[in-house]
């Protein structure tokens, strides 16, 4: 949402604008706050981390020679007598998206400067992530009561565990940090601190509602990348 | 007055785009899931699952983090480095086909 009018003249766009942007001997990013601008570059390095992750288990699972668990029954649960697949996983989707509308929402009334409304929707997207991640715990404890560590698992290939963990319990790493930044944030925007331009704990920077932005783009980015885990690791 | 009005458009959206994004991104997620409860396979189910998972996210990007109306300049930098990863994915795959060939092989003859 960069302003296209910036230091009096107006901004050429498309690859035009990007050559005359990029060669302009000044600021590459024009109209971007730079706190934006970073927190885009370290999701673009957190990027290539899940990317990783999840080549790697492309990796092993196509390498194995022993068939692979059907995620569809594993992650399935037993509701009312009837063994319903992937449900957890199903609801966990729907929370991150829900989660993901309200801070979208929250972004818009921030730059409204509609200070009420923004921190209620923060706060509501922090619960859906705290639902999140509580829902993951339930879903880790299941397993782990059920057989699956790191190195065995009682449905077939043992390296289903380990990537397992290591992917899901990283991103719900990535969520927890999420969803303890979104309560500061609410506590912040309530307080006021983004319409008084109050200084935040370790920085000389004003306050401002781009900083709901940039969280969103982080919160976003998790959203982000549960879609891919979910069609790589629990549909494939 | 209208001048202000018009301003305050350039730095936000109206609700019904998010709202759009939002209600689209629910409805795709229960078809990817329907995917599943069908228990469709073979390419069909690796096209349909890539096919929505791509549609997801690429909303997501465009609308909830803002890109469609970022400038080109930071639209590129983020877009053109996951060409990486594309030639990553293909070199993985090249080497686990490698690996499960030897392992078959290795199998099957016994190793020396």
New interface residues.
């Given amino acids: 949402m960069s302003d296209p009018k910036i230091e009096g003249f107006e901004l050429k766009p498309g690859f035009k604008g990007m050559a005359k942007d990029t060669g302009s001997d000044q600021t590459m990013f024009k109209g971007v706050h730079w706190g934006k601008a970073m927190m885009w570059i370290f999701l673009l390095s957190d990027t290539f981390i899940f990317s990783c992750f999840l080549i790697s288990y492309m990796k092993g699972r196509g390498s194995t020679l022993i068939d692979w668990p059907n995620p569809s029954e594993v992650f399935g649960l037993h509701v009312g007598g009837v063994d319903v697949p992937l449900l957890l996983i199903a609801i966990m989707t729907f929370v991150l998206i829900t989660s993901s509308g309200t801070m979208a929402l929250a972004v818009k009334y921030g730059y409204e400067k509609n200070r009420k409304m923004c921190g209620w929707l923060i706060l509501a997207t922090a619960i859906g992530g705290l639902t999140f991640v509580g829902m993951q715990a339930f879903e880790w404890s299941k397993l782990i009561s059920e057989g699956v560590r790191p190195w065995e698992n009682p449905f077939g290939a043992p390296q289903f565990g380990s990537f397992f963990f290591m992917i899901t319990g990283f991103h719900g790493t990535h969520v927890t940090f999420g969803v303890i930044f979104l309560f500061i944030y609410a506590y912040k925007t309530f307080k006021g601190h983004y319409d008084e331009g109050k200084r935040g704990w370790f920085t000389t920077m004003k306050g401002d509602y781009v900083e709901i932005e940039i969280l969103g783009l982080y919160w976003h980015f998790v959203d982000l990348v549960w879609v891919f885990i979910f069609a790589f690791f629990y549909l494939w | 007055m209208s001048d202000t009005n018009e301003k305050?458009q350039?730095?936000?959206?109206k609700?019904g785009i998010?709202?759009w994004?939002?209600g689209l991104?629910?409805v795709l997620?229960f078809f990817?899931?329907m995917?599943?409860?069908y228990?469709f396979q073979g390419m069909l189910?690796?096209s349909l699952?890539?096919f929505?998972?791509f549609l997801?996210?690429g909303l997501?990007?465009a609308?909830?983090?803002?890109l469609y109306?970022?400038?080109?300049?930071?639209v590129?930098?983020?877009l053109w480095?996951?060409t990486a990863?594309a030639c990553?994915?293909f070199l993985?795959?090249a080497?686990?086909?490698y690996?499960?060939f030897t392992?078959?092989f290795y199998?099957v003859v016994g190793g020396q």
Avoid: C, G
């Fill in positions: 305050e350039t730095s936000t959206h609700i998010y709202l994004i939002w991104l629910f997620s990817s899931y995917v599943d409860w228990q189910r690796w699952i890539l929505f998972m997801k996210a997501i990007m609308f909830f983090m803002h109306w970022e400038r080109y300049a930071l590129n930098v983020l480095p996951m990863i990553f994915i993985m795959v080497e686990f086909e690996t499960v392992r078959l199998f």
